[in-house]
């Protein structure tokens, strides 16, 4: 359809200048496109790690079976009407939109009884999308071709789909870093240990060394969420461990004697 309509070229030109009241205008006409759809979906920080596949439901336009259409012969498929008129300065040509295809230059002769005046259904279609790893919270992915179709033969409108990432039970996103809390108890502070994280791409090992301030941060390199990388492959950003002390609020005689005990001695004297 593109080539036949490309035969146009000029006839079809998508703009033309109009002659009004107010001087010249130019009036953009998109006779043969069909409207964009835009759809939000929501998607989970694994989601945008993996890049998972998604089916969505979209409702879309589409040209009726049966639908047919001729040019206009009021203005011979141009859309526009040219009048030459006499004034006191001359002749003068003013261009005006075609009334009777409102610029279209096609005319619609069958339309089927379930369609609209311009020949299109309305239908529920599955669309079958891949997230676009590390796409961002309102990133936006287009699907040439996938809006709604256009009448006339024309070309279709886009499917533009808006992400929405959904916030994290346990990450808080930053860019492509990865922020999390992760409690320790106090002898784990001062002896050290060796603890179990989740991580998007499921659990590792950390060693927290002895002697681990509470609000020491943790850098896992590459832990984080994926770079968009366009054919170069992927690079991770990071993912940041915020270690908290873990205070127990009931504690029994035994403990609280030691803890008595041990709380003079200037080791546990803070040091700012
Ligand atoms: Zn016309």
Redesign the pocket.
């Known amino acids: 359809m593109d080539d036949i309509f490309s035969n146009f070229g000029d006839i079809f030109s998508d703009e033309f200048e109009s002659f009004t009241e107010f001087g010249f205008k130019k009036k953009k006409v998109n006779r043969f496109k069909g409207s964009n759809l835009k759809i939000k979906i929501k998607v989970s920080l694994e989601d945008i790690y993996y890049g998972r596949n998604k089916t969505i439901k979209i409702k879309r336009m589409k040209v009726a079976p049966g639908v047919n259409f001729k040019t ?8 526009v ?1 040219t009048n030459i008129t006499n004034t006191f300065l001359g002749k003068m040509q003013t261009t005006i939109q ?8 096609r ?1 619609i002769t069958n339309v089927p009884y379930n369609a609209n005046k311009q020949g299109l259904i309305s239908v529920i279609e599955l669309v079958q999308i891949t997230i676009p790893k590390g796409v961002n919270d309102n990133g936006i992915f287009k699907i040439p071709g996938k809006g709604n179709e256009a009448p006339f033969g024309g070309k279709n409108g886009d499917l533009i789909i808006v992400f929405k990432e959904i916030p994290h039970k346990l990450f808080k996103r930053e860019g492509n870093d990865l922020h999390t809390k992760l409690y320790i108890s106090i002898p784990e502070a001062i002896l050290g240990s060796r603890k179990k994280i989740k991580t998007l791409s499921g659990f590792i090992k950390v060693n927290i060394p002895k002697g681990t301030q509470s609000g020491k941060k943790l850098l896992l390199k590459g832990k984080g969420l994926p770079y968009n990388g366009y054919g170069y492959g992927y690079s991770y950003g990071n993912l940041i461990i915020h270690i908290y002390l873990w205070t127990p609020i009931k504690i029994n005689k035994e403990q609280k004697i030691y803890f008595e005990k041990i709380k003079k001695n200037k080791n546990f004297v803070p040091k700012n």
Do not use: Y
């Open positions: 206009c012969v009021n203005c011979n498929g141009t859309g009407v075609c009334s009777f295809c409102k610029g279209i230059g005319i």
